[in-house]
């Protein structure tokens, strides 16, 4: 699985502030995934330049799932949502609502995340929050679907036949 993250921040594009999120956000996927960390890049919350990087690399960086991390908020910067809708062609609301309904269980903040997702030709975006910590509660709530969304979008052959719950297994269970 090759995998872009893409930060997004004024003071991380500054270099006014460490970004946290993207590094940890390539941590967690070539651990959980094995995945191919293939791009990484920090811009400021200018929904053009979101859009510009999230269109190049689904369209000519061949990668199958783009993370992004921050912008999701109701700040009047953030601006994320608006650049990665303006790039879909497709959304994915079950993953953005999976999200938001796990870290609800952590804080009533949750309702306050714009975050989608959605899919460009056979790319996955995902929004994610910008911090570390909601970064991290959040990817883990999506990892388990990622490898058979990818899958689907790549059309490997006997993906439609494993929309199963994991543990259903397809057998009889024993009597």
Not at 4 to 30: F, H, K, M, N, W
Not at 131 to 138: F, G, H, T
Request: proline residues 7%; aromatic residues 2%; glycine residues 8%.
């Amino acid at each position: 699985m090759r995998v872009g993250i893409l930060t997004v921040s004024d003071r991380a594009s500054r270099g006014e502030y460490q970004d946290l999120a993207g590094p940890l956000i390539a941590d967690i996927v070539r651990a959980a995934l094995q995945a191919d960390v293939a791009q990484v890049a920090v811009v400021p919350d200018e929904q053009d330049q979101i859009a510009a990087v999230l269109r190049r690399w689904c369209d000519e960086a061949d990668l199958d799932l783009v993370l992004t991390t921050g912008g999701t908020g109701f700040a009047p910067r953030d601006v994320t949502p608006e650049a990665t809708r303006a790039v879909i062609q497709r959304e994915a609301p079950g993953l953005a609502e999976a999200m938001r309904a796990a870290s609800l269980r952590v804080t009533p903040h949750a309702m306050l995340s714009r975050a989608v997702a959605g899919i460009r030709g056979r790319t996955l975006i995902v929004n994610l929050p910008g911090s570390p910590k909601a970064v991290k509660e959040n990817l883990e709530t999506i990892l388990p679907a990622l490898p058979h969304a990818i899958e689907l979008l790549r059309e490997v052959q006997g993906a439609n036949q494993r929309h199963h719950h994991p543990s259903e297994g397809g057998e009889q269970p024993a009597r």
